[in-house]
């Protein structure tokens, strides 16, 4: 069985705000053997995972950890995904500052991943994944509509809801779920990558400079923001 399948046994149990014993009373089996399951000591059948993903209403995928997506849908595989970060490429079309900035964010986000993926936590992984894709849903979206000849079928999500602030409110319980997911690796595991300034010059000795450097950027930017509302609440 997939090693996530434990993980994500006890997670959706959690969602559910649901005991252990009421689990198994739902499912059908005893508390110590749904016990045995979700910390991974035994395997359960076929028969269960049938069982199991009618009652969080999930699919047998998304339990197993071929997907991210609950309902089954989006199962990629890494090895055939294109990946950009390996091009060789000097200059993206036109704009010297558009092919920094990619290097620095493809080179961040890559380590970043990396780390998360030391600790193991799949749930901090997914986390993260649906904020940064939430950030990157907005800001293309922001460019393709700009022009005001595209239609917004494209998208899903209604004009209007997108302009009140669905994508990010679904960014701030992205991030609320990332931060639940590192306390809860924190108590269960406690174990982390060594991320002091020699491992990860040492871990990464090239991407780490642009971590670096977003990590020095953004916090200009910020304290600067900080310092403007503050003079702006004085006056």
């Given at each position: 069985?997939?090693?996530?399948?434990?993980?994500?046994?006890?997670?959706?149990?959690?969602e559910k705000g649901i005991s252990q014993r009421r689990a198994a009373g739902e499912?059908?089996?005893?508390?110590?053997?749904?016990?045995?399951?979700?910390?991974?000591?035994?395997?359960?059948?076929?028969?269960?995972?049938?069982?199991?993903?009618?009652?969080?209403?999930?699919?047998?995928?998304?339990?197993?950890?071929?997907?991210?997506?609950?309902?089954?849908?989006?199962?990629?595989?890494?090895?055939?995904?294109?990946?950009?970060?390996?091009?060789?490429?000097?200059?993206?079309?036109?704009?010297?500052?558009?092919?920094?900035?990619?290097?620095?964010?493809?080179?961040?986000?890559?380590?970043?991943?990396?780390?998360?993926?030391?600790?193991?936590?799949?749930?901090?992984?997914?986390?993260?994944?649906?904020?940064?894709?939430?950030?990157?849903?907005?800001?293309?979206?922001?460019?393709?509509?700009?022009?005001?000849?595209?239609?917004?079928?494209?998208f899903s999500v209604p004009a209007a809801q997108f302009s009140a602030g669905a994508?990010?409110?679904?960014?701030?319980?992205?991030?609320?779920?990332?931060?639940?997911?590192?306390?809860?690796?924190?108590?269960?595991?406690?174990?982390?990558?060594?991320?002091?300034?020699?491992?990860?010059?040492?871990?990464?000795?090239?991407?780490?400079?642009?971590?670096?450097?977003?990590?020095?950027?953004?916090?200009?930017?910020?304290?600067?923001?900080?310092?403007?509302?503050?003079?702006?609440?004085?006056?």
């Open positions: 069985m997939n090693s996530d399948f434990p993980r994500t046994l006890a997670l959706l149990r959690r499912l059908g089996i005893s508390q110590a053997l749904l016990s045995h399951y979700e910390n991974g000591t035994r395997e359960p059948g076929l028969a269960f995972v049938v069982r199991a993903c009618d009652f969080y209403n999930v699919s047998a995928d998304f339990l197993l950890g071929r997907t991210l997506s609950r309902d089954g849908t989006g199962i990629v595989d890494a090895d055939a995904l294109y990946d950009a970060s390996a091009e060789r490429d000097a200059t993206l079309r036109g704009s010297v500052m558009a092919t920094l900035n990619k290097k620095l964010l493809v080179n961040s986000i890559s380590m970043l991943f990396d780390l998360l993926g030391k600790c193991g936590s799949r749930e901090a992984i997914r986390a993260a994944s649906e904020y940064l894709s939430t950030a990157l849903y907005r800001l293309f979206r922001r460019l393709y509509q700009a022009p005001g000849v595209h239609s917004a079928d494209f994508a990010e409110a679904d960014m701030v319980c992205s991030e609320v779920d990332y931060a639940d997911a590192l306390a809860a690796h924190a108590r269960e595991k406690g174990t982390f990558p060594d991320m002091s300034h020699e491992a990860l010059s040492r871990e990464y000795p090239g991407v780490y400079q642009s971590l670096l450097q977003i990590v020095h950027a953004a916090g200009e930017r910020i304290n600067r923001q900080v310092r403007c509302h503050r003079e702006a609440g004085k006056k």
